[in-house]
């Protein structure tokens, strides 16, 4: 069994995930994003969707960039599936 390196819980169904080369390994999810997960620099919060970038500052959204004096973002849309 490999152990959750946020929360040293030994699980026997861990996930593996490679970032830049190193290896992580946790018990779910949560564990994953409060580890790996970038923070907004307006707001602080994990940035788990697409978030937006610009000179080299990550936010959980455009409106958290415009916020912080950030202007030309706008947030990215998925695309629209069809039926």
């Known amino acids: 069994m490999a152990r959750c390196e946020c929360c040293g819980n030994e699980y026997d169904k861990t996930m593996r995930i490679e970032v ?3 290896q ?3 018990d ?3 564990c994953a994003i409060h580890k790996l997960a970038p923070v907004c620099e ?9 978030g937006v970038e610009t000179e080299s500052m990550i936010f959980c ?3 958290c960039s415009r916020a912080a004096g950030k202007t030309g973002l706008r947030d990215r849309l998925p ?5």
Not at 42 to 50: E, K, L, N, R, Y
Not at 79 to 83: F, H, N
């Open 20 to 22: 830049n080369g190193r």
């Open 42 to 50: 307006h707001c602080g919060a994990p940035v788990i969707g697409h």
């Open 61 to 63: 959204s455009a409106h």
């Open 28 to 30: 779910c999810f949560e």
């Open 79 to 83: 695309p629209v599936r069809s039926a």
């Open 24 to 26: 992580h390994d946790f």
